[in-house]
């Protein structure tokens, strides 16, 4: 019995002097600023803004001609959008398209005009240096309907773009040569054209890619695919890391075979530094994106 009280009188000595120890204030030398910071808040990263022409425009019963949209899936851009140009050559539709089947989460479309309306270099340049009120979210801009235009205007409408990512600091042009998809005997014609009419101003503010793609539905501006392989790098590898040596997805190839030689020359530009990213198909790799540089080839740091 007495053996029984001194055990029951011990376990209560234990629960109190344990509840008192846990309850008690912190000692005066320990730390009180936590060990582990609160994170940064993520920035969301490789969101393209693409300007041009399409079936329709209208969110809800309402037109959004000529107003950034935000567009978070392919579904809500051909809802909103409308679908592909039967008629004539218009290329922003599968360039969004591409965008997400190579990647991409988040896009902002701004409908310049529908397939009736002329492709007019004056509206794209005006979405252009408008577009950072709406479109803050976006540090891409892709304009594919701009190859459509007569070279010179097409240009005009890129060094718009250099521009305005120049002034904004915080977006990159995203450009295809003009007659990229022409045959090889076109090749040297068509990337001094390119190079000789980019201007030599912001040019760490564009990235330019060499030829177009081939896909089942014809020749299409690599841009919206290399948007969707920008946004997919910064969201799984990091925005440090260079979208080079990416492959584009089954069925795709380029319109022209570039040869070693040839990748070396469009790379490097001794005169200008207009450096053009290369897309080539390798036996047993596919087709991949052979290149990262901006047209500011000429610096390291670009």
Known sequence: MKNAFALTLLCLVLVLGCSQKTTSPPDNDVPTTPVVYPSAEKVSTGTPLFIGYTERATVNGRSVSNKPVKVSSLL?????????????????????????????????????????????????????????????????????????????????????????????????????????????????????????????????FGIAYYPWAMTKNGSLPMAGIIAGIIAETDRTRGIWTTPANKPLRSGIVPVVTITSEEQESLNVDAVGGKSINAIRTFTGQGTLVWGGRTLDGNSLDW
């Open 76 to 204: 809500e851009f051909i809802t909103a959008f409308g679908g592909a140009d039967q008629g004539s050559v218009h290329y922003l539709h599968p360039s969004v398209v591409e965008f997400y089947t190579h990647g991409g989460e988040t896009c902002y479309v701004r409908s310049v005009g529908d397939y009736t309306t002329p492709i007019q270099k004056e509206a794209l340049m005006e979405a252009v240096e408008t577009s950072a009120q709406s479109a803050t979210g976006a540090d891409l801009i892709v304009i594919p309907d701009a190859v459509t235009l007569a070279a010179e205007d097409c240009y005009a409408v890129y060094r718009s773009v250099l521009n305005h990512c120049s002034e904004s600091r915080s977006c990159l042009g995203i450009f295809d040569v003009h007659g990229g998809h022409q045959t090889e005997a076109d090749q040297p014609t068509a990337i001094a054209s390119f190079r000789n009419n980019i201007g030599e101003e912001n040019l760490r």
